[in-house]
Each structure stands twice: as structure tokens, then as C-alpha cells.
């Protein structure tokens, strides 16, 4: 059987992988479109490796981006996340990818969708999956998104040039709400929980209520079975408090705790004092190896709500932005959050980078 060629190109964003496609080179919303998306990345695999495409087994690495043009007058391009299941049949739309979201403006640049501009481009992101708006601010070099940077990100090796991601009006991205529930905090399954919407929908917990330290490293969360099953219980729980039952994408859970000393994967140790707070996501039943960036934004809103349980965790909000530890390292985040409440905006940064750029083949 002859296979079919469709243009993309592969890229990094942040701590993710996805490939990115064209909107015109997919056929529309549908199972269509779904079923390349499937084949491209290499799911349902039982085995959980999707050695028959260019996922990369675990969720940050199981990712589609689609770029079309503008569907509202204050941005440049419309942007479509997917998540793609490992193990089943399922692409999910319901989120979006922060992570992934670094890498729109360097594509749009460097494919002619966006001018480009010296030495800094401001590319205007509208968000399909949340309806919501992010403005990118992306390094340019020579007519192209630079790559080489001094900027260092936690989870990726060496530096890359940064790019700063404004994610605007955040709040209820999903839910309609900053707090799904009206509340800072419910008990789901005997545990106090803080279900927030701010670019995603996450469920915090404290770590210590799942019998953790809170700095316990992926393989070993992701090795726990029994663990697996709990929190995916209160997740689920959460998710039908929250009126968005069925996606596994959303909510993701996050288990929070205290300032602690951590050793990070690549070895290095951080104190204390590094960290404002300790959070573990699990993002489709894995744990994140550094943190999704929309969880870690989510986070920062939530640290600046009176009452959730990660405002008990990182104390009272500092002039600084919030560092937030993660398996890989610690991330500085802005949040604007004004009274009512209202996330006002969340502010992060990332790199980016061009990895392979061809057809995919679909059988």
C-alpha cells in the first residue's frame, strides 16, 4: 500500500515535543484528521513505546500542533492543540500545551505566516482549544526564530534563546471559570483539594495527603501502581466537580508541598530556599519529568488565591516571581491576579527549537 505524505515539521517547545502541521495540509475537525494524528505519532501502541511513529512513549512527547490562519482580528494565527494518547485510540482537545504553545511563534516566523522582524517578533497566538489569546515574544536572527541563546530552561540540556509567553485573561481557559466549584478548596476521596482553571484545568492536592514527601522523583511516582489508582480517582472526581468529565487530558493533577532540598534528574541539588514550592504533576497517568507548563502557570494563579492548598504550601506571595520546584529544576513565573478574583495574566519563559522539517508518512 502506498503511503501518504504530509508536510510537518518536528519540533521542541519548552520540555515537549509535538509535530507541527499546517491546517491546510489536514483535513478539518474530525475523525479524519484524528486518525493521522494517530498513525503520525505512532498510537494506540499496547506496548506503550509508539515505535511505529515520533511519539515518544509518555505524554510530554505525545503532542500535535496545527497552525492556521487567524480566526479573530487581535491575532496572527490560530493555533489547534492535540493530545495524543499512547495506549488507545484518543486524541484529546480539551487543553491546551503550554509548552508546546513556545513553539507557534518560532514556526509561524519561520514558515512566512508572521514577518519577521529584528531583533524581537511579537506573535499574537490564538489558542482554538481555551479561545484564549498569547503573546509571544520571539528573538530573531537573520530572518529567522534564533536558537542560540544564553537562557537556560531546566529539563532541557544547555541555552537557547529565551522566548517570554504572555498567556492573557487566563482564567476558566477551559471551565469557564477561575474556580470551577466557587470555592478554593473541596474535599474529593477524604483529601483537601483546590480545583483552579488558568490556561488549564489542574487539581491540587498536598503531597503529604497521598503519603509522599513531595519530592520523590517520576519513575518512582510513576512506578507506584496503587498511587496511580488513587489519583486518578480524586482526578476523575475532580474532573465531574469541575462539568468536564471524559477528557484524560484535563484536569491534570498536581501534588503539592512545602519548600524542600531536592536533587534534580541531571544530578544538580537545590535548596530550601531556591523554591517557593514543590509540585509533581501527573499529566495522562504520567508524572511530568519537569513540569507542564500550563500546570506551573496554574500554580501561580493559585498561589495567589487565599486558601487553596498551594498558597498554604508557598506562604504568603513574595515581590519575586513564584519558583516553583520541579523534577528538573526550579521555574520562575509571573501572575497577575486582581481582586474578584481575576487572573489578570501569567507570564513564563521557554526555548524553542527547529528539529527535522519533511512529510510524515501515513499508511
Same mark, same amino acid.
Given at each position: 500500500?502506498?503511503?501518504?505524505?504530509?508536510?510537518? !515539521?518536528?519540533?521542541? &517547545?519548552?520540555?515537549?515535543?509535538?509535530?507541527? @502541521?499546517?491546517?491546510?495540509?489536514?483535513?478539518?475537525?474530525?475523525?479524519?484528521?484524528d486518525?493521522i494524528? +494517530?498513525?503520525?505519532?505512532?498510537? *494506540?501502541?499496547?506496548?506503550?513505546?509508539?515505535?511505529?511513529?515520533?511519539?515518544?512513549?509518555? =505524554?510530554?512527547?505525545?503532542?500535535?500542533?496545527?497552525?492556521?490562519?487567524? $480566526?479573530?482580528?487581535?491575532?496572527?494565527?490560530?493555533? $489547534? @492543540?492535540?493530545?495524543?494518547?499512547?495506549?488507545?485510540? %484518543?486524541v484529546?482537545?480539551? &487543553?491546551?500545551?503550554?509548552?508546546?504553545? =513556545?513553539?507557534? &511563534?518560532?514556526?509561524?516566523?519561520?514558515?512566512?505566516?508572521?514577518?519577521?522582524?529584528?531583533?524581537?517578533?511579537? %506573535?499574537?497566538?490564538?489558542?482554538?482549544?481555551?479561545?484564549? /489569546?498569547?503573546? #509571544?515574544? %520571539?528573538?530573531?536572527?537573520?530572518?529567522?526564530?534564533?536558537?542560540?541563546?544564553?537562557?537556560?530552561? *531546566?529539563?532541557?540540556?544547555?541555552?537557547?534563546?529565551?522566548?517570554?509567553?504572555?498567556?492573557?485573561?487566563?482564567?476558566? #481557559? !477551559?471551565?469557564?471559570?477561575? +474556580? *470551577?466549584?466557587?470555592? $478554593?478548596?473541596?474535599?474529593?476521596?477524604?483529601?483537601?483539594?483546590?480545583?483552579?482553571?488558568?490556561?488549564?484545568?489542574?487539581?491540587?492536592?498536598?503531597?503529604?495527603?497521598?503519603?509522599?514527601?513531595?519530592?520523590? =522523583?517520576?519513575?518512582?511516582?510513576?512506578?507506584?501502581?496503587?498511587?496511580?489508582?488513587?489519583?486518578?480517582?480524586?482526578?476523575?472526581?475532580?474532573?465531574?466537580?469541575?462539568?468536564?468529565?471524559?477528557?484524560?487530558a484535563?484536569?491534570?493533577?498536581?501534588?503539592?508541598?512545602?519548600?524542600a532540598?531536592? $536533587?534534580?534528574?541531571?544530578?544538580?541539588r537545590?535548596?530550601?530556599?531556591?523554591?517557593?514550592?514543590?509540585?509533581?504533576?501527573?499529566?495522562?497517568?504520567?508524572?511530568?519529568?519537569?513540569?507542564a507548563?500550563?500546570?506551573?502557570?496554574?500554580?501561580?494563579?493559585?498561589?495567589?488565591?487565599?486558601?487553596?492548598?498551594?498558597?498554604?504550601?508557598?506562604?504568603?506571595?513574595?515581590?519575586?516571581?513564584?519558583?516553583?520546584?520541579?523534577?528538573?529544576?526550579? /521555574?520562575?513565573?509571573?501572575?497577575?491576579?486582581?481582586?474578584?478574583?481575576?487572573?489578570?495574566?501569567?507570564?513564563?519563559?521557554r526555548?524553542?527549537?527547529? /528539529?527535522?522539517?519533511g512529510?510524515?508518512?501515513?499508511?
Open positions: 500500500m502506498r503511503q501518504r505524505r504530509i508536510r510537518a !515539521v518536528f519540533m521542541r &517547545g519548552g520540555t515537549s515535543r509535538a509535530l507541527f @502541521f499546517h491546517a491546510a495540509d489536514l483535513p478539518p475537525e474530525g475523525a479524519a484528521r486518525r494524528l +494517530l498513525r503520525a505519532l505512532g498510537s *494506540p501502541d499496547p506496548y506503550g513505546r509508539q515505535l511505529d511513529g515520533l511519539g515518544g512513549g509518555i =505524554s510530554s512527547l505525545s503532542k500535535a500542533c496545527i497552525i492556521g490562519p487567524r $480566526t479573530r482580528p487581535d491575532a496572527d494565527v490560530d493555533y $489547534t @492543540f492535540a493530545q495524543v494518547e499512547v495506549r488507545r485510540p %484518543v484529546d482537545y480539551k &487543553g491546551n500545551c503550554g509548552n508546546c504553545s =513556545s513553539a507557534v &511563534g518560532p514556526f509561524a516566523i519561520d514558515e512566512g505566516l508572521v514577518p519577521a522582524v529584528e531583533p524581537e517578533t511579537i %506573535v499574537r497566538i490564538h489558542n482554538t482549544n481555551t479561545k484564549k /489569546l498569547i503573546v #509571544a515574544h %520571539v528573538p530573531v536572527r537573520d530572518g529567522e526564530a534564533a536558537v542560540d541563546g544564553d537562557f537556560a530552561l *531546566p529539563g532541557v540540556p544547555g541555552t537557547g534563546a529565551r522566548i517570554a509567553l504572555d498567556f492573557v485573561d487566563p482564567g476558566g #481557559a !477551559v471551565t469557564g471559570r477561575l +474556580l *470551577p466549584t466557587g470555592r $478554593t478548596r473541596d474535599v474529593i476521596d477524604g483529601v483537601d483539594a483546590s480545583l483552579v482553571d488558568a490556561t488549564n484545568p489542574v487539581v491540587f492536592v498536598r503531597a503529604k495527603d497521598a503519603g509522599l514527601v513531595g519530592t520523590e =522523583s517520576p519513575a518512582d511516582l510513576d512506578g507506584d501502581a496503587a498511587l496511580g489508582a488513587r489519583l486518578e480517582k480524586i482526578r476523575a472526581a475532580a474532573a465531574e466537580l469541575m462539568g468536564i468529565a471524559g477528557s484524560a484535563v484536569p491534570k493533577i498536581a501534588l503539592v508541598s512545602p519548600p532540598a531536592f $536533587t534534580a534528574l541531571d544530578g544538580t537545590y535548596r530550601a530556599a531556591e523554591a517557593d514550592v514543590i509540585a509533581r504533576v501527573i499529566s495522562m497517568g504520567n508524572c511530568h519529568r519537569a513540569v507548563l500550563t500546570a506551573a502557570m496554574c500554580l501561580a494563579v493559585a498561589a495567589r488565591l487565599e486558601g487553596t492548598v498551594v498558597q498554604e504550601a508557598a506562604g504568603p506571595p513574595g515581590a519575586h516571581d513564584l519558583r516553583l520546584g520541579h523534577p528538573s529544576g526550579v /521555574l520562575p513565573i509571573a501572575a497577575e491576579v486582581a481582586p474578584g478574583p481575576t487572573a489578570k495574566r501569567v507570564t513564563v519563559y526555548t524553542a527549537r527547529r /528539529l527535522m522539517e512529510f510524515v508518512r501515513i499508511p
